[in-house]
């Protein structure tokens, strides 16, 4: 079922710092911001030369990355996303097994313009997975 890591998201509390001290200090190369307001963040991808590394913030009132900041005021390791070949294939089969798909169950197209579903993080080892279609 599992693909390439797509990315690893980490979740900040000002992004404007996150992506400068990602592209001043350790180099990196990161794109510009996209604001997801279907997603409550907004998001910056550093281009890595195996992955990338999604650095997001909260953006609106209901951000669904506004309690985990609560919790990690200087941010921390948010979610993995892991590419699948067919992401409703994968969540029939994730569901079968007893794995709580996020929200209505529906993939919602993520900042790559491709559909995306989560799995709870209490399934998977205090990990929240992404998966994003190839
Ligand atoms: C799709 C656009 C973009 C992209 O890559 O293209 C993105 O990645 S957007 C990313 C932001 N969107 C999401 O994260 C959507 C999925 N997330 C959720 O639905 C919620 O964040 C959820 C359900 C994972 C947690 O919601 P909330 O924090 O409000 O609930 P709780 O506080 O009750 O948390 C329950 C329980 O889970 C622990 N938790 C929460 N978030 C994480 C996390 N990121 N990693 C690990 N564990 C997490 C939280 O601490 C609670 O644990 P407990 O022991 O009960 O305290
Ligand atoms: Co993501």
Same mark, same amino acid.
């Given at each position: 079922?599992?693909g390439k890591?797509n990315?690893?998201?980490?979740?900040?509390?000002?992004?404007?710092?996150?992506?400068?001290?990602?592209?001043?200090?350790?180099?990196?190369?990161?794109?510009?911001?996209?604001?997801?307001?279907?997603?409550?963040?907004?998001?910056?991808?550093?281009?890595?030369?195996?992955?990338?590394?999604?650095?997001?913030?909260? +953006?609106? %009132?209901?951000?669904?990355?506004? /309690?985990?900041? *609560?919790?990690?005021?200087?941010? !921390?390791?948010?979610? @993995?996303?892991?590419e699948v070949e067919d992401i +409703?294939? %994968?969540?029939?089969?994730?569901? /079968?097994?007893? *794995?709580?798909?996020?929200?209505? !169950?529906?993939?919602? @197209?993520?900042?790559?313009?491709k559909?995306? +579903?989560?799995?709870?993080?209490?399934?998977?080892?205090?990990?929240?997975?992404?998966?994003e279609q190839l």
């Amino acid at each position: 079922m599992l693909g390439k890591v797509n990315h690893i998201a980490i979740a900040v509390p000002d992004l404007v710092q996150a992506t400068a001290a990602y592209r001043d200090t350790l180099g990196a190369r990161v794109s510009q911001s996209q604001a997801l307001p279907e997603h409550g963040v907004t998001v910056v991808f550093v281009e890595l030369p195996n992955t990338k590394v999604e650095l997001l913030e909260p +953006l609106g %009132a209901d951000s669904p990355i506004a /309690a985990f900041l *609560a919790k990690n005021p200087d941010g !921390g390791m948010h979610h @993995i996303c892991y590419e699948v070949e067919d992401i +409703l294939d %994968a969540r029939d089969q994730l569901k /079968a097994a007893g *794995a709580r798909v996020l929200g209505n !169950g529906e993939p919602k @197209i993520g900042a790559h313009g491709k559909p995306v +579903l989560f799995l709870h993080p209490k399934d998977f080892f205090g990990t929240l997975i992404e998966l994003e279609q190839l």
